[in-house]
């Protein structure tokens, strides 16, 4: 089971390839994902694109020892990436995994039972604007508990921080249950003891189906993993988990430890014939 479980980050500020290596990972992609990743004007996030996609053929190739021009891989209506298979004789029915990228850094965690959401955030300093008039943009989208705790925060770099760090764990709670949009996030109140220890209220009820781990990495970027029980997947999305029964009265798997990520080059997500000896 723990061969399904995940955590990897590329930093692609690190990764400055030439037009030709550009062009050759892109060929051993898809020819379908192509579109999504050609469509930026900025080669800054034609990288995020590509390095997004190539995390998600790596790990299902590291995971399942599937060749990657036989990986399926679509997204449902909201967005939320999923491995197509026929579904017999598939080792992790409820294997789910999910994408995000800001800044510096492009994350992917996977989980062979847990429903699974990700999220990335940069601390961006606005710049017409104070740090207060800027996060007033979104008060709409948090509780009053939250926004006290944010606007209390200190500094006006404490403050920003601290909204971030909400702004990530809503949108990773939001990313695993595929309701995008349409879920609205002041229906959810997260509380925390200097962000361990993370829980979430959903309509003012205490949710035990749900943990969180956000992580810092340099240069101020934070990065959360939101992991639910597969009865909570509020859309029923048979396509991102198969079997919400499949655990029954056994423990929750997504109270199971998180574990940290892994710091990866774009060489290491390359199958191992597509690598420099």
């Not at 994902?33 to 299902?60: C, G, M, N, P, W």
């Not at 003012?204 to 990065?223: A, D």
């Not at 992991?227 to 056994?250: A, C, R, V």
Request: charged residues 25%; aromatic residues 12%; negative net charge.
């Amino acid at each position: 089971m723990e061969r399904g479980i995940k955590r990897w980050v590329v930093n692609i500020s690190q990764w400055n390839p030439t037009q030709y290596e550009f062009s050759f990972i892109l060929s051993i992609l898809p020819l379908h994902e192509h579109s999504s990743i050609t469509r930026y004007v900025k080669f800054e996030d034609r990288k995020r694109a590509i390095v997004s996609r190539l995390l998600q053929y790596a790990l299902v190739h590291e995971v399942f020892k599937v060749p990657f021009d036989e990986i399926r891989i679509k997204r449902t209506i909201e967005g939320k990436p999923y491995l197509e298979t026929d579904g017999e004789n598939m080792e992790f029915p409820n294997f789910n995994f999910n994408v995000s990228h800001h800044g510096d850094y492009v994350a992917i965690a996977s989980e062979p039972q847990s429903n699974v959401g990700i999220d990335m955030v940069s601390l961006v300093i606005p710049k017409r604007e104070t740090a207060l008039k800027f996060i007033k943009n979104f008060s709409s989208y948090l509780t009053t508990f939250e926004w006290d705790n944010i606007v209390n925060a200190g500094t006006c770099s404490e403050i920003l921080e601290e909204f971030y760090r909400y702004w990530c764990v809503k949108e990773a709670f939001v990313k695993a249950t595929g309701d995008g949009l349409g879920f609205k996030l002041d229906r959810l109140e997260f509380h925390h003891t200097n962000w361990t220890n993370i829980f979430v209220k959903i309509d003012g009820e205490i949710s035990r189906e749900w943990t969180f781990l956000i992580s810092e990495l340099p240069k101020s970027h934070w990065v959360c993993v939101a992991k639910g029980h597969p009865k909570s997947d509020i859309k029923n999305n048979t396509k991102t988990l198969q079997l919400t029964e499949l655990l029954g009265e056994q423990e929750n798997p997504s109270s199971m430890p998180h574990p940290s990520f892994v710091l990866l080059s774009v060489e290491e997500l390359l199958p191992v014939s597509f690598r420099v000896s």
